[in-house]
């Protein structure tokens, strides 16, 4: 049985997380690679970093960021975040990164999405859609939502399946930041559209929410940040929801 | 020292990691003296099946690989493991080292492809590999084909995974393991498998 996965997602700039973080239990809440292997210890299935550093360092630290994570975290971790080329997807991969997560870079230049599949595998290829409701249909927005495509993300998503991506990391503009609910009509959209898994992000608010993605969003994981960072929940409790309204979900014994 | 094998395919880093983590010492290679100096060997590996092989040959590390799976503990992870059998639809023109009999297949019916995620995998049987670990488990699996479960190939078969259908996650013939998860990514779990290899390859020595 394949289980419905639950990932938290670290804003990392400069190597330090922003948006604040709760948990007394940690010695250094802000470093990144010690929350994620918490989350890690706590039962997560994944994890993702988006890397929002602007320096022209970034390359570097997002390398020192994979390379210690992956001494401690021994679960699957993408990177996102300014990725612009093949070069900087190798790099992040060598460095010990599973994944990586491409967005403005892969509307500008589709071939990015083939070369690195063909060149790195299918499986650490995320494609990120930013999506917002135009009145007419779900709008594809690049550079961290400021810029608008035109292009339907329906369409985009088919595309990127077709490209060679090897998951599609979902993001309800819409949503995002207003502890709503995960967009489930986006969601489903796009979840009858592509034959790839899609991860569900925008909008958590609750374990319902997550509940909802899975169950009727079509949703194959859900990504999630305020409600864990902030303690909101934990990934244990999360879970033990889900599994008890019969997702299947990973279960940790701590 | 657990050699890991650089054939130039995939990340081999964090297999690395999780040994080290272990306190194991295991280092990654990509000659055949270090092969054939190494008490144990892992054949990692993510990407295409003809690929690792044609690699593997070009390297002039298939003979000492053979050798390897004949004598001496031996893991095959993820594309390791399915180079270990006969071969695999991916590229039907490249045999594998036909250790265990069968051919991969692409996944098949209304799923989605490739299997990404968490699956239990069931242990059919008790090993050393094992040890320490319930007989239903979830580990970590990135891959687009498999291979269905036969009964002719219960002897071999370590752990069945259902996704669809069900399918082999874990084989094991003497001093050779393998397994189409990712154990250096599947958590605690993942980590006593490596631990339990690592005490295959070492014995079962006081804090080694």
Known sequence: MLTKRIIPCLDVKDNRVVKGVEFLSLRDAGDPVELAAFYDETGADEIVFLDITASFQKRKTVV????????????????????????????????????????????????????????????????????????????????????????????????????????????????????????????????RSVNIPVIASGGAGCLEHLYEALAFG????????????????????????????????????? | MIAIVDYGMGNL?????????????????????????????VLPGVGNFGQAIANIKSRGLWQAIKEALAEKPFLGICLGMQLLFEGSEESPESPGFSMFPGK??????????????????????????????????????????????????????????EYHEV?????????VFGFQFHPEKSGKKGLKVLENFGRIVYGNICGY
């Open chain 1, 218 to 254: 079509g949703a194959d994981a859900v990504l999630a940040a305020s409600i864990f960072h902030y303690g909101f929940y934990t990934i244990r409790e999360a879970k033990k929801y889900l599994d008890e309204k019969g997702v299947p979900v990973r279960l940790v014994e701590i």
């Open chain 2, 104 to 161: 991969f297949t692409l996944f098949k019916g209304d799923i989605k492809v490739p299997h990404i995620g968490w699956n239990s995998v069931r242990f059919i049987k008790n090993s050393p590999i094992t040890s320490g670990l319930d007989s239903e488990e979830f580990f970590y699996f990135v891959h687009s084909y498999r291979l269905p479960f036969l009964s002719a190939y219960a002897p071999f078969t370590l752990g069945v995974s």
């Open chain 1, 64 to 191: 020192e960021l994979c390379r210690r994570t992956a001494q401690k975290v021994f679960i699957p971790f993408t990177i996102g975040g300014g990725i612009s080329d093949i070069e900087d997807i190798k790099v992040i991969l060598r460095a010990g990164a599973d994944k990586v997560s491409i967005n403005s870079a892969a509307v500008r230049d589709k071939s990015l999405i083939k070369k690195g599949a063909l060149t790195f595998g299918s499986q650490c290829i995320v494609v990120a859609i930013d999506a917002k409701f135009n009145g007419n249909f779900y709008e594809v927005y690049i550079d961290g939502g400021k810029t608008p495509t035109g292009m339907d993300a329906v369409s985009w998503a088919k595309e990127v399946e077709s490209l060679g991506a090897g998951e599609i990391l979902l993001t309800s503009m819409d949503r995002d930041g207003t502890k709503r609910g995960y967009d489930l009509e986006l969601l489903r959209l796009i979840t």
């Open chain 2, 13 to 41: 880093m964090s297999v690395e990691k999780a040994f080290t983590y272990l306190g194991l010492n295991a280092k990654i290679v990509s000659k055949e003296s270090e092969i054939k100096k190494a008490k144990g060997v």
């Open chain 2, 167 to 175: 399918f082999i996650a874990a084989v094991e013939y003497k001093n």
